[in-house]
C-alpha cells in the first residue's frame, strides 16, 4: 500500500463549543504503516474557555492542567500545519473534528488552511456491518488493542488503524481507493452530514 499515506486527527474540547479545542492528537501514515504521532494539550481561546463537566467526566482534561501544559491555538495551528504537512487528513465523524479546526481558527481571526477531510466513520459504515460505528466499536471488531478512548492521541491512532486495516481488507492502495470519488470534491470536505453528535464516535 505504497500510496496510503494521511494524517488521522482528533480533538477533544473544553466544552459545547467547537471552538473550545482542550487537546490535539495527529498520527501520521506512509505507506499504510503508522510512522509519526504527536499530541499536546490546547488552552482553549479566550470567550470558550470555560470546562464543562460533563466534558471533563469524558476526556479528564482540566483548566489547571492545561493552564500548566497546554499551549494557546495560534501555536497549536503552527504546530498542526507543520505535521500535517499537506496530507489529506482523516477523522472519525470527521464532522466534529474538521468544525472543532475551523472553529477554533476562526475565532482568533486566523486563516483557516484548506484541506481534504475523509470519514472512517462513513469508511465503516460502507465496508462493514456492526450494530454501530463508534470508533471503539469499530476499533474491537478490527481488533485493534484497546486504548484509551477520548485521548485525543489514543484515538488518532485509532482512526488511523481503523482506515489501513479496512485498506487491508478492501485491497485498498490509496486514500482515493478508500474514498473514491472524493479527491474532486471540495478540499473541506463537502459531504459532512451537521447532525452528527460528537459523542457518535
Not at 57 to 86: M, N, Y
Request: aromatic share 8%; with cysteine; hydrophobic share 45%.
Amino acid at each position: 500500500m505504497s500510496g496510503l499515506d494521511f494524517v488521522a486527527v482528533d480533538f477533544e474540547t473544553a466544552n459545547g463549543s467547537r471552538a473550545s479545542v482542550c487537546q490535539v492528537g495527529l498520527t501520521r501514515v506512509a505507506g499504510g504503516e503508522v510512522v509519526a504521532e504527536d499530541a499536546w494539550y490546547v488552552i482553549p481561546p479566550t470567550g470558550v474557555e470555560n470546562f464543562n463537566v460533563r466534558n471533563v467526566l469524558i476526556h479528564h482534561i482540566t483548566p489547571e492542567f492545561v493552564a500548566r501544559h497546554g499551549i494557546d491555538w495560534e501555536a497549536s495551528l503552527a504546530r498542526f500545519e507543520g505535521f500535517a504537512a499537506g496530507q489529506v487528513l482523516v477523522a472519525h465523524n470527521v464532522g466534529f473534528d474538521h468544525s472543532v479546526f475551523e472553529r477554533s481558527t476562526r475565532h482568533l481571526a486566523l486563516a483557516v488552511p484548506p484541506h481534504r477531510w475523509e470519514d472512517t466513520l462513513a469508511l465503516s459504515r460502507r465496508t462493514l456491518d456492526l450494530p454501530n460505528h463508534k470508533l471503539d466499536t469499530v476499533a474491537r471488531h478490527l481488533g485493534i488493542a484497546e486504548f484509551a478512548h477520548h485521548d485525543a492521541c489514543a484515538d488518532a491512532r485509532a482512526c488511523a488503524l481503523i482506515a489501513t486495516v479496512i485498506a487491508q481488507r478492501t485491497g485498498a492502495r490509496s486514500v482515493d481507493d478508500l474514498w473514491p470519488g472524493s479527491a474532486s470534491r471540495s478540499r473541506w470536505g463537502a459531504e459532512v452530514d451537521p447532525a452528527w453528535s460528537r459523542r457518535s464516535r
